[in-house]
Antibody
């Protein structure tokens, strides 16, 4: 059974960097079948795909966030991570990590999500 | 970006009755070479992550009850709950994966009348 779990600070100050890690169990992130995504949901709103990483280290990012986003992977820990720089209150959201069924695919497994609030 | 527009924003249906949610994409998301529509549907209950219900517009994910069905092609799609159960009260999203960035509809809230 695949499980994903997000971890990281729940409060980040404006202009600082948001850093989250997703720990995956039940499948290796080096499995060539999947990409590994970050998705966020603003309070009471819809979902926004942030970007993903493949086991080769290749990444794709949402152009709306591309200048501020970096996604990396650590195969030895079966984890992948998100960094979002220069955050503002508009980055306050629940952040989910998810398994991505292909480079252009649907999301078939999700973490529980973690709320990150940007506030001084 | 492809814009996904759902209708209605919310609906209330009696237990056992049919619920229908529509999703329209701003561009065609049917890939003609394999005749597949790059559309998925998700269910989200309060405090939980979204759960995949349907992919390729009409393929039910394993374990999803058969009262959930997806239809449509090109730019117009529908999620149907044939006989609403109390546990189906949730927010429902459509999502296109035809191109990057993947984009979601704004969500439709389903309640019991």
């Amino acid at each position: 059974q695949v499980q994903l779990h997000e971890s990281g600070p729940g409060l980040v100050k404006p202009s600082q960097t948001l850093s989250l890690t997703c720990t995956v169990s039940g499948v290796s992130i080096t499995s060539g079948h999947y990409y590994w995504s970050w998705i966020r949901q603003h309070p009471g709103k819809s979902l926004e795909w942030i970007g993903h990483i493949y086991y080769t280290g290749g990444t794709d990012y949402n152009p709306s966030l591309k200048s501020r986003v970096f996604i990396s992977g650590d195969a030895s820990k079966n984890q992948f991570s998100l960094k979002l720089t220069s955050v503002t209150a508009a980055d306050t959201a629940v952040y989910y990590c998810a398994r991505d069924y292909g480079r252009l695919g649907y999301f078939d497994d999700w973490g529980q999500g973690t709320l990150v609030t940007v506030s001084s | 970006d492809i814009v996904m527009t759902q209708s209605p924003d919310s609906l209330a249906v009696s237990l056992g009755e049919r619920a229908t949610i529509n999703c329209k994409s701003s561009q065609n998301i049917l890939y003609r070479s394999n005749n597949k529509n790059f559309l998925a549907w998700y269910q989200q209950k309060p405090g939980q992550p979204p759960k995949l219900l349907i992919y390729w517009a009409s393929t039910r994910e394993s374990g999803v009850p058969d009262r959930f069905s997806g239809s449509g092609s090109g730019t117009d799609f529908t999620l149907t709950i044939s006989s609403l159960q109390a546990e189906d009260v949730a927010l429902y999203f459509c999502q296109q994966y035809y191109t990057t960035p993947r984009t979601f509809g704004q969500g439709t809230k389903v309640a019991i009348k």
